[in-house]
C-alpha cells in the first residue's frame, strides 16, 4: 500500500471503515493510541516494561467436571446433561459392552486367534459421552481407541468381529489390520495406522462440510470430530490440522484424549506447557478441558463444543479429555516395563469412568449388584457368539485385494491378478485357499 495511501485513510475514517479488512489490520491507529494492530498479533497494547511470559506463573487450566468420583452430582440444583435416565442406561451399557468385548479379544490375541488388539480401559467414557452428542450425519474421523464411538453409534458386535478378523462380512473387506474400523453411515472414516494423519484429513472434511452448507443451505448442519491422543499432539500433523481449522473457520470438533502415556512416553517427557488445552489457545482455537472419566462432563462440553462449531459460520474447538490408561497401549506392549503395577491399579481402584457411572446409577435407585452380574454375564455370551460365528466364517475373495483403489482395474492389477493366478495353480500344495470365499475362482 503506498504512502499517498496511508495518508488519506488516516485522515478520513470513512475511508478506513470500506478498506478490505486484510488491510486493515495492518494499520496503527491514530497518533498517541496506546496500542498498535500489527498484522500478526491481535489488538496489542503498548507497553515500557519489559517483561518475558512465564507459563508457571499464568493461571493453569481448570477442569470441568459434573460428578465427583463417587458418583455424586457436584452441583445439586440440576439434573446431568438434561438427557433421560434410558440414554443413560444406554451409555453404561455401551461402555461394558467396550469393557467386555475388551477383555475377550485380549485374551483371544495372547492365545494367537488374533493378530493383535488394543484395549480402551480407562476411556471408555470419553468415546461414549462425546459421541452421545453427535448425529449420525456428524463425520468422525478416530484414532485407534474410540472403540465405544463405534459402539454409541450403532457398530455391532458383528461389524467389531468382522473387522477384527478380516472375513468376508468386514466393511473394509479384510484390507487392514484388527481395530482400524470404518462405517459408511453414520460416517467414520478407516483408522488409519500412521500417527496424527486424521488430524489435517479432518479439517480438509470440515471445510468441504463448510462450502457444502454454503452452497446448499437446506443441506442438514453438520461438523467434524476428530480424536487423538497427547502423543499425537507431538506430530506436526496436529499443529497443521489446527492452524488451517482456526484460519479457514472449519466446523470441527478435536477430541485429545490425554491418558498420561504416549506408548511408552509419559507426558513428563513430551511437553512441559500445561497440556494440550493450552495449544488450542495459542491457535485462537475455542478450548476446553474436561474430567474424561465423568461422562457428564464429557457430553455436555461435545454438546456445547458441536453448537460452537457450527456457529458463526464455523468455528473450530478444541476439547482435552483427561484420564488414565489402565491398560497397555496395546497387546504388542508391556507398559509395566515403563511404569510400576501400584500406579496402574490405585487408578483402577481410584477412578475409572464405568465405576463413576455405575455408582450414580445406583444412588439413583437404576442400577443394583444382581442386574451388573446378569448384564455382564448376557454381553459376555453375545460376544463370544459372535467372536465364534466370525472366526469360521471365510476371508474376501482374494480378487478384493486388487479391487477398490480405482473405480476400475488398471492394465497393472490386472496383470498382478493372472500371474497371481498362475501362481496359485501351479503350487496348489503350497497355499490353503480354502479359507478364502471362492478359492481360486474368488480372482
Given at each position: 500500500m503506498s504512502a499517498y495511501l496511508l495518508r488519506r485513510i488516516s485522515r478520513n475514517p470513512r475511508v478506513l471503515s470500506r478498506i478490505p479488512q486484510r488491510w486493515s489490520s495492518s494499520i496503527s491507529q491514530r497518533p498517541g493510541s496506546d496500542r498498535v494492530r500489527f498484522p500478526g498479533a491481535v489488538n496489542s497494547k503498548f507497553t515500557t516494561d519489559m517483561a518475558f511470559i512465564n507459563p508457571s506463573e499464568m493461571t493453569h487450566i481448570p477442569t470441568y467436571r459434573v460428578m465427583d468420583s463417587d458418583g455424586v452430582l457436584l452441583d445439586k440444583n440440576r439434573k446431568p446433561a438434561g438427557v433421560s435416565n434410558e440414554e443413560i442406561l444406554t451409555w453404561y451399557k455401551n461402555m461394558l459392552t467396550v469393557s467386555v468385548m475388551d477383555v475377550i479379544m485380549f485374551e483371544a490375541q495372547r492365545q494367537g486367534r488374533l493378530s493383535f488388539y488394543m484395549v480402551s480401559a480407562g476411556e471408555e467414557g470419553i468415546s461414549v459421552g462425546s459421541a452421545a452428542a453427535l448425529t449420525p450425519d456428524d463425520v468422525v474421523f478416530a484414532q485407534y481407541r474410540e472403540t465405544g464411538v463405534f459402539q454409541q453409534r450403532g457398530f455391532t458386535l458383528k461389524d467389531f468381529m468382522s473387522q477384527l478378523f478380516a472375513n468376508c462380512h468386514d466393511n473394509g473387506r479384510g484390507r487392514n489390520m484388527p481395530v482400524h474400523y470404518g462405517s459408511n453411515y453414520p460416517r467414520m472414516h478407516t483408522i488409519s495406522s500412521p500417527l496424527a494423519t486424521q488430524i489435517p484429513q479432518a479439517s480438509g472434511a470440515a471445510y468441504a462440510l463448510k462450502l457444502e452448507s454454503l452452497q446448499n443451505p437446506d443441506t442438514p448442519p453438520r461438523i467434524v470430530t476428530c480424536y487423538f491422543g497427547e502423543g499425537a499432539a507431538s506430530e506436526g500433523d496436529f499443529h497443521a490440522g489446527l492452524n488451517i481449522a482456526a484460519t479457514r473457520s472449519c466446523p470441527v470438533v478435536f477430541i485429545c484424549r490425554n491418558n498420561g502415556y504416549a506408548i511408552s512416553t509419559p507426558t513428563l517427557e513430551q511437553y512441559r506447557?500445561?497440556?494440550?488445552?493450552?495449544?488450542?489457545?495459542?491457535?485462537?482455537?475455542?478450548?476446553?478441558?474436561?474430567?474424561?472419566?465423568?461422562?457428564?462432563?464429557?457430553?455436555?462440553a461435545m454438546r456445547e463444543a458441536r453448537r460452537i462449531a457450527l456457529s458463526d459460520g464455523g468455528k473450530p474447538v478444541l476439547i482435552e479429555a483427561m484420564s488414565y490408561r489402565v491398560s497397555h497401549h496395546s497387546t504388542s506392549d508391556d507398559s509395566f516395563a515403563y511404569r510400576a503395577r501400584v500406579e496402574v491399579e490405585d487408578w483402577k481402584r481410584?477412578?475409572?469412568?464405568?465405576?463413576?457411572?455405575?455408582?450414580?446409577?445406583?444412588?439413583?435407585?437404576?442400577?443394583?449388584?444382581?442386574?451388573?452380574?446378569?448384564?455382564?454375564?448376557?454381553?459376555?455370551?453375545?460376544?463370544?457368539?459372535?467372536?465364534?460365528?466370525?472366526?469360521?466364517?471365510?476371508?474376501?475373495?482374494?480378487r478384493e485385494a486388487f479391487e477398490g483403489v480405482y473405480e476400475e482395474l488398471t492394465e497393472e492389477a490386472q496383470e498382478q491378478m493372472k500371474e497371481l493366478k498362475r501362481i496359485l495353480e501351479t503350487y496348489p500344495e503350497e497355499y490353503d485357499l480354502r479359507q478364502f470365499k471362492d478359492g481360486i475362482n474368488g480372482l
Open positions: 506447557g500445561d497440556g494440550i488445552a493450552s495449544r488450542g489457545v495459542g491457535y485462537g482455537i475455542d478450548t476446553i478441558r474436561v474430567d474424561g472419566n465423568d461422562i457428564f462432563a464429557v457430553y455436555e481410584r477412578d475409572n469412568p464405568i465405576i463413576r457411572l455405575r455408582k450414580w446409577l445406583e444412588n439413583e435407585g437404576l442400577w443394583d449388584e444382581d442386574t451388573e452380574r446378569t448384564t455382564r454375564e448376557q454381553l459376555r455370551k453375545e460376544v463370544l457368539k459372535e467372536f465364534g460365528e466370525a472366526e469360521r466364517e471365510k476371508k474376501p475373495p482374494l
